[in-house]
């Protein structure tokens, strides 16, 4: 918890918080404005749970929220406050927060992740926002986390490219943030030179987890950013031979008529789609194993054709209610998808798929703010997810599924964090070794 002395900051904090809670509009007023209104409302009150709801002394961003103001305790996640710092970029950019606030907010959180302990330069799935001390996600996963790291640096990567201002403040930005990306021991995490990332490592447990990073899944990130490395980078073997086999990895069959390249059955979880993609722009980006923007808009087809289809006959699916994902249900978690369905409905999952769906996730989104109105809409946007099928609404916020809704809904509004993540020579050098190609390459300077 808290420590005494930040008492009186926790205390502003919730203030604020209560008092931004009273402006809020309600979600039919919502439903009523125009498309560009209506994202704009929708991405603002979603930043909110990074700004507002942070940790209140480092501003990293929280595992989960509620929809009640209640004490907080210093958990924080690395993986959601990089989509949490990506968030900041989108708010400096559309003015909800002044260039200083957030530099000011960047240089808390870095004043953790620079003295918190790391694991051959990896941090962990969670760790103490106040002090960065690392707290176990499980017994055995106590320590390095590759993939959640991965999501960390997308967003620092994207904050280097964003604050290029010849100023002490933003240079220390840069510098700090080079360094921690730097430091990552890619190559650590091929246990000594396998054909393969892993997934977790431990000082107390080694590799016992032996989590092997394969696709189709949201790890594409970090391949390109091992392969990328200036310092630690991977053998582009790694890639091909890791992450591009397995039984998941290609597909090819059809779902409700929607052929599906990669991936398994019935494309899985819609966050495949949305993660990596924050930074890596899909359009035009290829290899030599999918046209990943085609890919993307199959796995989104697929997850609606099934919630419009119904096979289970849920209560409240329909082709304007969708989106099947990893989130918060009735039972308590779970990595919801066609083939694991349990008749919950996550938000994130189709409102972050809007740059491959523009039209059914407008009316998606109209449609849960006009149907579901204020039993869904709270102080930091949408819930996690609900159920109409055992009468069930979260009352939590994730940082993991909050995060792509602001990041996705401006790539697809501006390409904003696009276009910044895939100016870094790292991404563009990493890309190029695996055998990429995308119009950002062709017009990128060379790495």
């Not at 330069?121 to 991965?150: C, Q, W």
């Not at 099928?389 to 009352?395: E, S």
Request: aromatic content about 12%.
């Amino acid at each position: 918890m808290l420590t005494a002395e930040n008492t009186e900051s926790a205390q502003e904090h919730r203030r604020l918080a209560a008092t931004s809670a009273a402006a809020e509009p309600s979600g039919a007023a919502l439903a009523a404005l125009p498309d560009e209104a209506l994202l704009e409302q929708v991405q603002r009150q979603t930043f909110d749970f990074f700004w507002k709801g942070a940790h209140p002394v480092s501003g990293l961003a929280p595992d989960r929220r509620t929809t009640r103001d209640e004490p907080v305790d210093d958990l924080i996640t690395t993986g959601g406050t990089g989509f949490g710092v990506m968030a900041i970029i989108v708010a400096v950019e559309r003015g909800w927060v002044s260039r200083e606030a957030a530099l000011d907010r960047l240089s808390s959180m870095l004043d953790v992740l620079v003295r918190a302990p790391c694991y051959h330069g990896v941090f962990p799935h969670f760790m103490n926002g106040l002090t960065g001390a690392t707290i176990a996600f499980s017994r055995k996963d106590d320590a390095g986390d590759l993939v959640e790291t991965s999501f960390l640096v997308m967003g620092l990567l994207c904050a280097r490219q964003y604050f290029q201002r010849d100023t002490p403040a933003e240079k220390k930005l840069r510098d700090r943030i080079n360094w921690i990306s730097e430091e990552v021991e890619w190559d650590w995490y091929t246990q000594g030179g396998r054909k393969l990332l892993y997934w977790h490592w431990s000082p107390n447990n080694g590799w016992a987890m032996d989590h092997e990073i394969h696709g189709w899944n949201e790890c594409l990130i970090t391949y390109v950013l091992a392969a990328g490395s200036r310092r630690y980078p991977i053998d582009p073997l790694v890639y091909h031979r890791g992450y591009a086999t397995g039984r998941d990895f290609l597909n090819g069959k059809s779902y409700y008529g929607i052929e599906l390249p990669l991936g398994q059955p019935y494309g899985g979880p819609l966050f495949f789609s949305h993660y990596s993609f924050c930074g890596l722009d899909p359009r035009g980006l290829k290899d030599r194993y999918a046209d990943y923007w085609d890919l993307n808009c199959r796995h989104v087809q697929i997850n609606r054709a099934h919630c419009a289809a119904n096979p289970h006959r849920y209560k409240g699916y329909s082709e304007s209610c969708w989106g099947l994902t990893a989130s918060d249900d009735h039972a308590g978690y779970g990595a919801h998808a066609p083939d694991n369905d349990n008749g919950t409905i996550s938000p994130t999952a189709a409102l972050s798929s809007l740059p491959y769906a523009p039209a059914e996730v407008m009316a998606t989104l109209r449609f849960f703010l006009r149907e579901h109105g204020d039993k869904i809409w709270k102080r930091y946007g949408f819930v996690d997810a609900f159920n109409e099928q055992h009468d069930w609404t979260a009352d939590t916020f994730l940082a993991i599924d909050q995060g792509p809704i602001v990041v996705m809904m401006e790539n697809h509004r501006t390409g904003l964090l696009w276009k910044l993540f895939m100016s870094v020579p790292e991404v563009q050098s990493g890309l190029r070794r695996l055998g990429f190609s995308s119009p950002h390459l062709e017009t990128g300077a060379a790495a």
